[in-house]
């Protein structure tokens, strides 16, 4: 079974406007982590934000917010105010169990901002 | 600096020619691992090291070998390569404080075999 799903293979945001990426996970372990990363044209795997699944509050990081609902298995990323930068893959990502540290990621979503 | 060094960036090779893929990390880490990177399949793990001298199967290990000699070094080892590992390969360590776990990529090795 899928452990990460992103069911948006791509998406097109005008820049200045937020854009949400949706990622759904499926564990039933208690204790995890959710991670989203973005990648760049240049390839390299840049860590954006993280999520505790003990955690009380939704992560935020600068433009940067998930929006987590434990109930639904669901890490939606939401990025603010888009900039041209901002064009990239963007891939969520799991960690389950203690003392486990395998990563299992979606197969990403293509962000493309538009001027 | 804190890093994960990976060598080559790009390698195109031919099928059946022994290669190797380099990684260092300067952080001290235990645990390393790596993955690569298939279009609509995001990232899947191939090989773990919780610790020098000890490595195991990841999800997709076939073709692959590794080892871990050292703290700091994880190559990744494709005895007889074949067209269908050509693929993005990156090189993870990480580490946990309390209950939070990091991880710290390296810069991907495109690798193309024909």
């Known amino acids: 079974a899928q452990k990460i799903t992103q069911t948006q293979p791509g998406m097109f945001v005008q820049e200045k406007e937020a854009v949400t990426l949706d990622c759904t996970y499926d564990t039933s372990d208690p204790s995890y982590g959710l991670f989203w990363y973005k990648q760049p044209s240049s390839g390299e795997m840049i860590f954006l934000i993280y999520?505790?699944?003990?955690?009380?509050q939704n992560a935020t990081e600068g433009r940067y917010s998930l929006n987590f609902q434990k109930a639904r298995k669901s890490a939606n990323l939401v990025i603010s105010a888009s900039q041209l930068g901002d064009s990239a893959m963007y891939f969520c990502a799991m960690r389950e169990g203690r003392g486990d540290y395998k990563l299992s990621f979606g197969a990403g979503t293509t962000v493309t901002v538009r001027a | 600096e804190a890093q994960v060094t990976q060598n080559p960036r790009y390698l195109i090779t031919v099928t059946g020619k022994k290669l190797t893929v380099t990684c260092s990390q300067n952080?001290?880490?235990?645990?390393m691992s790596w993955y690569r990177q298939d279009p609509g399949l995001g990232l899947r793990q191939i090989y773990y090291s919780m610790n020098v001298e000890v490595t195991d199967k990841g999800d997709v290990p076939e073709g692959y070998k590794v080892s871990r000699k050292e703290k700091r070094n994880f190559p990744l080892i494709l005895e007889s390569p074949s067209p269908n590992q050509t693929s993005l390969y990156f090189c993870?360590?990480?580490?946990?404080?309390?209950?939070?776990?990091?991880?710290?990529f390296g810069s991907g090795t495109r690798l193309t075999v024909v």
């Open positions: 993870a360590s990480s580490f946990i404080s309390g209950f939070n776990y990091g991880y710290t």
């Open positions: 999520q505790g699944s003990y955690d009380q």
């Open positions: 952080m001290n880490h235990e645990y």
